[in-house]
């Protein structure tokens, strides 16, 4: 049966995710499977998912129809081929119930515990991935190029080395490098791999078997989420044990900034705003203000500086900074919202700095969609000050609010946001204010620089215009996959 309407000449791509919005998502990578793939498609190239058949997944599509059944020494698999509802873009998903269908998380049961079967799990997901970018593939749809991404698609990088015949180019990208895929050694051979693969040139890691390590060190290429993560991936402080791998393999490393979803994230159109705005009309950005200030108890002032933040509570995010400059910034006239949920006792600092200011300082413990998008457009000024940060979402959602963010140079923050000096104000390029090091004192300077900016109209107008002005969108990112992906099959 043909598998897809997509003209002849075009790349062929098979994305391979263990996540994917809106059917199944524990973080970011989900969200990129979703629109990475749709802009790939939109901008023709034959792109596939390949999915773990998950309860999530075989419920949430509909038309599934079987183009392969394979036999493994444990049994038999099928794949199933069917379409993503929102985007059109086709799926193949892996279908083996002993190993997928079941109530709980994609990674984890009910009660948080990893299932203690994920290396077979998601072995099998990169078994699939890998014989459908081999020459032993049973679909007439062959792709150019295996995308992997994250630990749990990173044996097909390895699987794919040791096939026999031709076979697709890897890349290999990084989400999350925290998360390896760690298992014992023992598992190697029932994973379809050679055993001389368990080595330190191959998937061998500190004397366990480690998917990701396989997948960087046999990939093709490398990518990750932004060009300054991909440089700091390779120091002893953010390599997590991989930077030595990592830096050996530079040349074939690039760094490429997410998208975010510009229909989602736009103030113009955005239906959780009390007043809808463009660069064009920000004055109309001020009732976004009075309906943040009314529906935080802040006090009900139009010209005071209203100070957000919108994260996870974690150290990563460096909000203990903020507490740390708290006081100082608490003697001037200025408000602070916090919406976020994380780690008890920053939460409890948090929620004592509010009752101490009332009608100053909210903070709001938990996540809630509607007041992050109306804190984007009724704050002034943004703050993420995080300490490491592979790319960031909310430095580009805010910027496109007309709301400057202020944020530690690092990862993707340090890729998104231009620091407003006197010649970027000149050229027009400023967009922010960016710290460094990563210290209360600096922290507490940027902040101090960008409220004088706002005590400047016209400064802060071009600011707010310069960063309305940029081009988040995926489309920009995903030309650049392309061209990676083209560069890995010259
Ligand atoms: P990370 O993925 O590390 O948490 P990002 O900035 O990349 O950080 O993305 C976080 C996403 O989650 C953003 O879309 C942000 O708006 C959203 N978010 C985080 N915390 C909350 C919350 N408490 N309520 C609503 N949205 C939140």
Redesign the pocket.
């Known amino acids: 049966m043909p598998l897809s309407s997509a003209p002849p000449a075009s790349l062929k791509v098979l994305f391979a995710t263990s996540e994917i919005h809106p059917l199944v998502k524990t973080?970011?990578l989900a969200d990129v499977s979703a629109a990475l793939p749709a802009a790939l498609h939109r901008l023709g190239v034959d792109v596939r998912l390949l999915l773990p058949g998950y309860p999530q997944v075989m419920d949430g599509l509909k038309n599934k129809w079987v183009v392969a059944t394979g036999i493994f020494e444990f049994g038999e698999v099928r794949v199933l081929s069917s379409v993503m509802p929102d985007s059109g873009v086709p799926v193949l998903v892996v279908d083996y119930p002993p190993l997928y269908r079941r109530a709980g998380g994609p990674y984890q049961d009910a009660h948080g515990r990893d299932w203690p079967d994920n290396a077979l799990r998601f072995g099998l997901l990169s078994r699939i991935g890998a014989l459908l970018g081999s020459d032993a593939s049973p679909l007439s749809w062959r792709p150019d190029v295996v995308h992997c991404n994250d630990w749990q698609t990173a044996l097909i990088p390895p699987l794919l080395y040791y096939a026999q015949g031709a076979r697709a180019a890897t890349l290999m990208t990084i989400h999350n490098l925290a998360y390896q895929g760690i298992f014992a050694p023992e598992l190697v051979t029932h994973l379809g791999l050679p055993p001389e693969s368990f080595s330190m040139h191959g998937v061998e890691f500190c004397g366990s078997l480690s998917f990701l390590k396989g997948g960087l060190y046999y990939a093709d290429h490398i990518s990750t989420v932004s060009p300054t993560y991909a440089e700091e991936i390779q120091t002893d402080e953010l390599g997590f044990g991989l930077q030595g791998l990592l830096s050996e393999r530079r040349q074939q490393l690039t760094g490429i900034v997410n998208g975010i979803d510009a229909h989602q994230w736009n103030p113009a159109s955005d239906p959780y705003l009390a007043a809808d705005y463009d660069a064009a009309k920000l004055g109309r950005k001020e009732a976004n203000k009075s309906a943040l200030q009314a529906w935080l108890k802040l006090d009900p002032d139009p010209a005071v500086p209203l100070l957000a933040v919108?994260?996870?509570i974690a150290p990563?995010?460096g909000l203990d900074l903020l507490l740390e400059i708290a006081p100082a910034l608490l003697e001037l006239p200025l408000q602070i919202a916090v919406?976020?949920?994380g780690e008890r006792s920053l939460e409890h600092a948090f929620l004592k700095l509010a009752r101490e200011h009332r009608g100053k300082v909210s903070v709001?413990i938990?996540?809630?969609?509607g007041?992050?998008h109306l804190m984007e457009a009724g704050a002034d000024i943004f703050l993420?000050p995080s300490r490491f940060?592979?790319?960031?979402?909310?430095?580009m959602?805010s910027q496109r609010y007309g709301t400057p963010p202020v944020v530690h140079a690092t990862g993707g923050l340090a890729d998104t946001v231009v620091d407003a000096t006197a010649a970027t104000l000149k050229d027009g390029s400023a967009t922010g204010f960016v710290f460094e090091p990563f210290s209360a004192p600096e922290f507490l300077a940027a902040v101090q620089r960008a409220l004088a900016a706002y005590g400047k109209k016209k400064t802060w107008r071009t600011l707010q215009k310069n960063g309305m002005g940029r081009d988040f969108s995926w489309e920009a990112s995903a030309a650049k996959y392309l061209a990676l992906y083209r560069s890995l099959i010259k």
Not at 389 to 395: D, F, I, R, S, Y
């Open positions: 973080g970011g919108i994260s996870r990563q995010k919406l976020g949920s709001t938990g996540f809630d969609e007041l992050s993420m940060e592979p790319c960031g979402l909310n430095q959602y």
